[in-house]
């Protein structure tokens, strides 16, 4: 599987700093925005596999719109809230629009880095899963085309069979010499 694309929407410089760094070390390619504002532009531009935006960010656009943009633009984008501010409310609000993830600041590393293979696993398997459904088509169009040509060849023999038939009854013809004859139209 492709390597996962990622962008990280925090406003503190630090925190998204330490993700684009623990990141990149993990093997991910990351991008960063600095605000829910950036982070709209950029995921109207391009797909993401996932986005870990923080909840709470100044200029009118926070973690919320940022997940609800990411869903308008692909379904297929999970998106991982991060707030220093948890509670029940939002943690449930971000799971009922769509949030893969919901993660309390600082954020744990570790705990990031499960969640990330947790979802890089998801990925695989409905990617799997996608080509089986293809490898399927094809083999049923494949089946359905051979059981069409051997109708028309059964068809074909069957009337073969049909006028050889009406060939014996009409001129009595011996039955040794009917199946040589039978023999060599088959064989041709």
């Given at each position: ?26 093997g991910?390619?990351i ?8 982070a ?45 501010h ?8 971000a799971?009922?629009?769509?949030a ?46 051979t ?36 023999l ?5």
């Open positions: 599987m492709k390597q996962l694309k990622i962008l990280a929407v925090d406003d503190d410089p630090f925190t998204l700093k330490m993700l684009d760094k623990k990141l990149v070390k993990e991910y390619d991008e960063t925005a600095q605000d829910g504002v950036e709209g532009k950029l995921i109207s531009q391009k797909f993401y596999d996932i986005i870990i935006t923080d909840l709470v960010m100044p200029g009118g656009v926070d973690g919320m719109d940022v997940l609800e943009s990411a869903k308008a633009k692909n379904k297929e984008t999970e998106v991982i809230l991060l707030t220093a948890a509670s029940v409310e939002n943690a449930v609000e799971m009922r629009k769509g893969a993830d919901y993660l309390k600041k600082p954020v744990n590393f570790y705990e990031l880095t499960l969640r990330l293979e947790k979802i890089r696993n998801y990925k695989k398997l409905l990617k799997n899963a996608q080509d089986l459904r293809e490898a399927m088509d094809v083999t049923e169009r494949n089946a359905s085309q059981i069409q040509h051997l109708e028309m060849s059964v068809a074909e023999l069957q009337s073969i069979v049909y006028e050889i038939r009406q060939v014996i009854m009409s001129q009595s013809i011996d039955p040794k010499k009917c199946v040589d004859m039978v060599d139209i088959v064989s041709s």
